[in-house]
């Protein structure tokens, strides 16, 4: 790093620091801690002492010619090492130095290590952690406070915002508002709104969450909720498609529905009345939700069957046509058909059954 950037940046988490109530701005959170305790109390505390306090006369060594533990709760000169350093003696231990503590490398993993450091820090008095983070330019990272999305609200306009993760780049803060991720920098002062790819392996991590958000979504819903047009060989895979009876190109894709269930495929159909409660399909829909045969009544709904839909659109199941819409709207649908795939990939529009098909299926 250039060194006057980097003077720059120590500048600013000092200020940082001080702005902050005392306390506040340590690289871990509370849940560290409290996950840290109960791994300390298991492994550690026979040793260090419940609260990372023992032994008092840390410097004098015992009757075997060995030092005893020292007290990790800021009062020796555990605040000498930086973070890494720490780590590899509990990684370690010291038995290789001819020292007394075993390591713990099978029996903890890294964000275990890391919670166990959070539990005997949090003993730290500010003073000595300050002078700690001064040294090894450790900087702040709770995210949970300050509440780092607050700029963000304000700039938008809305009180909620998913709760910012930290992604695979240190400093770097996911958080979603409706289908649209937005990564928070700088403790959120700076935001980006785009997709997040790992050049190395061409895994667009962004589309990863989005996919995830979809899968969660619709996931939940049970198969008798929707329409279903099962494959007619063994299944390879789901297509899950928000559909209006009243759009033409819903109606082409319904005609070719036979070729995807012979290749394998199942299709799903989620109601999106796409006017919302006063577009063309809404009571159609709710007809069709209405059915005892949904899947027999949206065919009837779409022309590719001859019946009659039931009389009732005011029927309990119906309410999921409404469930339906809000579920799109969520999704960032904004015109039908939208067709999702079986890992939450989304395809808009129409697209002809010869080249969904492998599509779909070179997917797997
Ligand atoms: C069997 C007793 C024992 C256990 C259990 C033990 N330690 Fe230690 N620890 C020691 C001793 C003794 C030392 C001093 C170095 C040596 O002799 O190995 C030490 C040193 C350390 C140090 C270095 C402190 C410094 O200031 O340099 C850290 C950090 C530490 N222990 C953390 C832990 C953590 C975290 C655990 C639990 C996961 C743990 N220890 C479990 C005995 C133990």
Same mark, same amino acid.
């Given at each position: 790093?250039? &060194? ?5 940046? #120590? ?64 009062? =020796? ?6 973070? %890494?350093?720490?780590?590899? *003696? ?27 450091? =959070? ?6 008095? %500010? ?25 963000? &609200? +304000?700039?938008?306009? #809305? ?15 996911? *958080? ?11 403790? /959120?002062? @700076?935001?980006?709104? /785009? ?43 789901? +297509? ?11 109606? &082409? ?9 012979? =290749?394998?495929?199942?299709?799903? @159909? ?5 006017? $919302?409660?006063?577009?063309?399909? @809404? ?8 059915? %005892? ?11 590719? &069957?001859? !019946? ?15 469930? $339906? ?13 939208? +067709?999702?795939?079986?890992? !939450?990939?989304? #395809? ?17």
């Amino acid at each position: 790093m250039n &060194k006057t950037i980097k003077l720059l940046l #120590i500048i600013g988490l000092m200020s940082l620091t001080q702005a902050l109530p005392a306390g506040e701005a340590r690289w871990y959170n509370t849940e560290q801690v409290k996950q840290g305790n109960l791994l300390f109390q298991q492994n550690c505390a026979v040793c260090h002492g419940a609260n990372a306090e023992l032994v008092k006369n840390w410097k004098q060594k015992g009757i075997d010619g060995k030092y005893p533990p020292p007290p990790l709760n800021g009062s =020796a000169h555990t605040w000498h090492h930086p973070l %890494d350093q720490l780590k590899k *003696t509990i990684r370690q231990g010291g038995v290789q130095i001819g020292g007394l503590m075993p390591p713990f490398s099978a029996l903890l993993n890294e964000a275990e290590m890391d919670a166990v450091i =959070a539990y005997f820090q949090s003993k730290w008095p %500010d003073q000595t952690y300050a002078k700690w983070a001064d040294r090894f330019e450790v900087a702040a990272t709770d995210p949970g406070q300050p509440d780092i999305t607050q700029l963000l &609200k +304000l700039r938008l306009g #809305i009180n909620e915002l998913a709760t910012p993760v930290e992604t695979e780049v240190k400093g770097v803060y996911q *958080t979603r508002f409706g289908n649209k991720f937005a990564y928070l920098i700088e403790n /959120g002062r @700076y935001v980006f709104i /785009g997709d997040m790819v790992d050049l190395q392996n061409g895994r667009n991590l962004t589309e990863l969450s989005r996919r995830e958000v979809v899968n969660q979504e619709l996931s939940v819903v049970p198969a008798s909720s929707l329409a279903v047009f099962p494959a007619l060989a063994s299944e390879k895979t789901i +297509l899950n498609v928000f559909t209006d009876t009243s759009c033409p190109y819903c109606r &082409k894709l319904h005609e070719e529905i036979g070729f995807l269930q012979e =290749a394998g495929i199942t299709v799903r @159909y989620f109601p999106y009345p796409r006017g $919302g409660s006063k577009g063309p399909g @809404y009571q159609t829909l709710k007809q069709v939700w209405c059915a %005892d045969d949904k899947a027999e009544a949206m065919s009837i709904a779409k022309g590719t &069957k001859v !019946g009659d839909l039931p009389d009732t659109s005011d029927c309990a199941e119906a309410s999921f046509v409404d469930e $339906g819409f809000e579920m799109g709207k969520r999704l960032g649908i904004t015109g039908t058909p939208s +067709l999702f795939t079986e890992d !939450g990939g989304r #395809i808009v529009g129409y697209m002809p059954y010869k080249e969904l098909i492998p599509k779909l299926l070179n997917n797997l």
